[in-house]
């Protein structure tokens, strides 16, 4: 059963499954734009960064070059009044670092607008530079008022004032562009954090999103396989009822099957004692049948741990007053007299065995198996295997009494002559196989006709009657006393010589003499002939034993009646 996967329960688990990847796709996805935005941003920042570096920069060497166009300027006005060298080295230095600056700025002029601007600036250097350089060569040659002259045309001021105006207007251009650029820094910083933030919220929501549906899933799943355990708990626990009352009924088919062969009661009771005990093991109990006096019931058959008491009288159990079956042995139920002291404490179910109306026992049931949970279906099926067994023993006891029948002689009482045959048949072979002595009397009343002339057939019927009185009580409960036909009885005597047959014969013989029966007001009396014969003492096989019986019987008569003759040997009275 556990092997059976619920298919709820897989179905259910597939979809969670389905669930659960589709969420970690999407957990994977998100994640990874997160991972990759910054990327993006960061490479858009390096740009920015870098032309803000750029920027800068040449803001920063435009603004040297013009400090050094201004420092020139002021070193050749200086070495116009002065005419000393050393007021030129301001002037010398920018000589030497213009075109290097220039060069640099050259490389990082990208754009065409920019680069005209430079193309600008670079001419109106040169010729500033040109222009100053005249003015130092005519100091040099002309001395000062040559060259005042020179600068007081101007024309170095106009290129100085150019000058200025054109890299004032760059270094302001690039402050500006600056100032943009870090605007774009600041707010792609912003759009960082915001995504940062958006991805983060996002992951978190979907991460509780899946821990929500796996939770939820695996709560469904739980609850499925519980459910499914559930089912599969039930189905066992039906197989396993279903298994056992299968067995039960088997047993039960069993049981009924060995009562049909059983032969007696007592045979009867001790195969329902031994099924209940197979059947219902951890119970024990008793089985009571009533006796032919009812009233009394004797227990038949018992098994376990039973010790309940052999006779008891019907009002001592409850089911038999009822009528029906009781419940004992629980703290509040009435007890039953034929508990044993041992398991009065036990639970305990007492069955009426009941048959056609008739209650002919009971079958008492007691241990702790009877409070068990399927005890309501066992009690059930014990009700019903109670109803089998008292229809079996009740024909039980109808087969015997009709097998009784058949074999009894309905007048005397006595076997009839059948079950002599069937008897006699089996003894004969039973002493020839174990060598022991086996006897036969054969009685035949004297002028039997007589009596029945006199008395009528009624008188005739009374005194074979009381000749077969005679006889049960005069035998053992081994021999057979048997009507072999009219007046002509039989005793069969197993293990019985020939000298102890005679002197059996001889004591009927007497009771048969001394008979004296009241009659319709008169006196009935009667005598016997008996002939006896015994095996090995007669010395004839077994089988010539009652013809050996007979003709004794016969010399008997012959020899006047009322007398014993034992075969072989003459009359013994
Ligand atoms: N009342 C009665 N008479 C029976 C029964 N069976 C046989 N008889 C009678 O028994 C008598 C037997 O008579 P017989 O065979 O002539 O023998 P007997 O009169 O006993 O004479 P002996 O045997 O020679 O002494 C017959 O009259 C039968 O009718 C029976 O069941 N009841």
């Not at 939770?215 to 499925?224: C, I, P, S, Y």
């Not at 009667?526 to 016969?554: F, H, M």
Request: proline share 2%; hydrophobic share 45%; net charge neutral.
């Amino acid at each position: 059963m556990r092997g059976l996967a619920p298919a709820g329960a897989s179905s259910l688990s597939m979809k969670l499954e389905n669930k659960l990847k589709l969420s970690a796709a999407c957990v994977i996805a998100v994640m990874s734009l997160v991972a990759i935005g910054p990327y993006f941003l960061n490479a858009q920042v390096r740009g920015v960064m870098s032309e803000l570096k750029r920027a800068s920069a040449v803001e920063r060497q435009y603004a040297t070059m013009l400090t050094l166009l201004a420092d020139a300027e002021a070193a050749e006005r200086g070495y116009v009044i002065t005419g000393r060298a050393e007021f030129l080295q301001p002037y010398n230095a920018a000589v030497g670092l213009l075109p290097a600056l220039r060069t640099n700025l050259r490389e990082r002029h990208t754009g065409t607008a920019e680069r005209m601007v430079l193309d600008q600036i670079e001419t109106l250097t040169s010729k500033k530079l040109d222009y100053m350089a005249q003015v130092v060569k005519t100091r040099d040659e002309r001395g000062f008022e040559a060259a005042q002259q020179l600068v007081d045309s101007g024309r170095g001021k106009t290129y100085m004032d150019q000058l200025r105006s054109l890299i004032g207007e760059q270094v302001s251009d690039y402050a500006l562009h600056r100032a943009d650029l870090r605007e774009t820094l600041t707010s792609s910083a912003d759009r960082a954090a915001s995504l940062a933030s958006i991805a983060t919220l996002a992951d978190i929501a979907l991460i509780i999103a899946v821990l929500f549906a796996a939770n939820r899933g695996l709560r469904q799943r739980l609850a499925a396989e519980s459910r499914a355990n559930e089912a599969s708990e039930q189905l066992r626990t039906a197989a396993a009822v279903a298994e056992k009352r299968n067995l039960q009924l088997l047993g039960g088919g069993d049981m009924l099957q060995a009562l049909e062969l059983a032969g007696t009661t007592d045979e009867s009771a001790g195969i329902v004692a031994r099924f209940f005990h197979r059947l219902l093991p951890g119970l024990s109990g008793s089985i009571y049948l009533y006796r032919n006096s009812r009233d009394v019931l004797e227990r038949k058959a018992s098994w376990g741990t039973a010790d309940d008491a052999e006779f008891i009288e019907p009002l001592e159990c409850w089911a038999l007053r009822k009528g029906s079956a009781h419940d004992g042995g629980h703290a509040h139920a009435l007890q039953c007299g034929h508990a044993g002291a041992s398991d009065a404490a036990l639970p305990r179910l007492c069955v009426p065995l009941v048959t056609q109306g008739n209650v002919i026992g009971f079958i008492t049931l007691q241990g702790t198996a009877l409070a068990a949970p399927d005890s309501a279906d066992d009690r059930a099926w014990i009700l019903r295997l109670a109803e089998q067994a008292a229809l079996a023993l009740s024909n039980v006891e109808l087969r015997a009494s009709l097998r009784l029948q058949s074999v009894i002689d309905p007048l005397t009482q006595l076997y009839n002559r059948r079950y002599l045959d069937e008897t006699l048949k089996r003894e004969l072979n039973r002493a020839q196989r174990r060598g022991t002595p086996v006897a036969v009397l054969m009685i035949d009343l004297d002028h039997f006709k007589r009596v029945n002339d006199t008395f009528g057939h009624e008188g005739g019927d009374l005194l074979l009657r009381s000749v077969a009185n005679i006889l049960k009580q005069s035998v053992r409960a081994c021999d057979v006393a048997c009507r072999y036909g009219g007046e002509e009885l039989i005793v069969l005597m197993p293990d019985c010589g020939l000298d102890s047959a005679a002197e059996r014969a001889e004591a009927i013989r007497a009771a048969i003499a001394g008979l004296h029966l009241s009659y319709n007001a008169q006196v009935l009396t009667a005598t016997a002939s008996l002939g006896v014969a015994a095996y090995p003492a007669c010395g004839g096989g077994p089988e010539l034993l009652v013809q050996e019986a007979d003709a004794a019987l016969y010399a008997a008569k012959r020899d006047g009646r009322n007398r014993v003759v034992v075969a072989g040997t003459g009359a013994v009275d």
